[in-house]
Each structure stands twice: as structure tokens, then as C-alpha cells.
């Protein structure tokens, strides 16, 4: 597990990190810890926050749909 600095989370993740920022403010973005006035992510909590955010295509016509069934 490696621990972040903002900029470097955002690549990670290949999101801004104006993004980052914003999801702090306003929720929705991984997990972070507040070190004073840094904001560190780690890469086992950036890696949780993208696979909770798997979506699987609803369409019939999709491979997913079509192996679930």
C-alpha cells in the first residue's frame, strides 16, 4: 500500500485533480486522510473507491448480460 499526494492520486486514477478536490468538498471521491493541510490517499482505498463503482452495462445485447444469464 502507498500513500498519495493529490496530484499523484489523480493520476492513478487518470481523473483532475481538480475532481479530487471537488469530491473532498462535496463527497462521492475515495476515502482520503487530512495530515494538517495535506491530503493523502492511499492506493488500497483509490483502488476500493473504483471497483465500487463498477457498472455493468444493463443492455441484453451486452457479453455481461449474456454470461449472467
Do not use: E
Amino acid at each position: 500500500m502507498a500513500n498519495l499526494r493529490v496530484h499523484d492520486a489523480a493520476k492513478y486514477l487518470g481523473l483532475s485533480k481538480s475532481f479530487l478536490d471537488k469530491a473532498r468538498c462535496y463527497g462521492g471521491g475515495p476515502a482520503f486522510i487530512k495530515l494538517g493541510a495535506s491530503v493523502i490517499y492511499r492506493t488500497d482505498d483509490l483502488d476500493a473507491w473504483v471497483a465500487a463503482n463498477l457498472r455493468v452495462p444493463s443492455n441484453d445485447n451486452s457479453r455481461a448480460a449474456r454470461a449472467a444469464a
